[in-house]
Nanobody, 114 residues
Framework: QVQLVESGGGLVQPGGSLRLSCATSRTIFSFYAMGWHRQAPGKQRELVATITNGGRTNYADSVKGRFTITKDGAKNTMYLQMSSLKPEDTAVYYC????????WGQGTQVTVSS
């Protein structure tokens, strides 16, 4: 059973930065793609960013230029560097990995507030 464990969430002021981590129980290169999704209260879960096995990245328009997704094969960990955070970035952020199945982490809360 694949396990994904997120960390790095918290409370940050508008304009601040956070880095989320997603540690996997299996080599990250075994997944076709990995990504981050988020769900704000009362809203549907939405895609934030993805990274393929080959390193190709894709971002939601709302986070382009502010968020960066990366991965470290030596640590089997994916990251989401978030900068210039806005109150509307407040959500639970979920790590996702895909091979023939879909795997999800338990989520980590990010709150952007003054």
């Amino acid at each position: 059973q694949v396990q994904l464990v997120e960390s790095g969430g918290g409370l940050v002021q508008p304009g601040g930065s956070l880095r989320l981590s997603c540690a996997t129980s299996r080599t990250i290169f075994s997944f076709y793609a990995m990504g981050w999704h988020r769900q704000a209260p009362g809203k549907q879960r939405e895609l934030v960013a993805t990274i393929t096995n080959g390193g190709r990245t894709n971002y939601a328009d709302s986070v382009k230029g502010r968020f960066t997704i990366t991965k470290d094969g030596a640590k089997n960990t994916m990251y989401l560097q978030m900068s210039s955070l806005k109150p509307e970035d407040t959500a639970v952020y979920y790590c996702h990995a895909q091979d023939l199945d879909d795997y999800w982490g338990q989520g980590t809360q990010v709150t952007v507030s003054s």
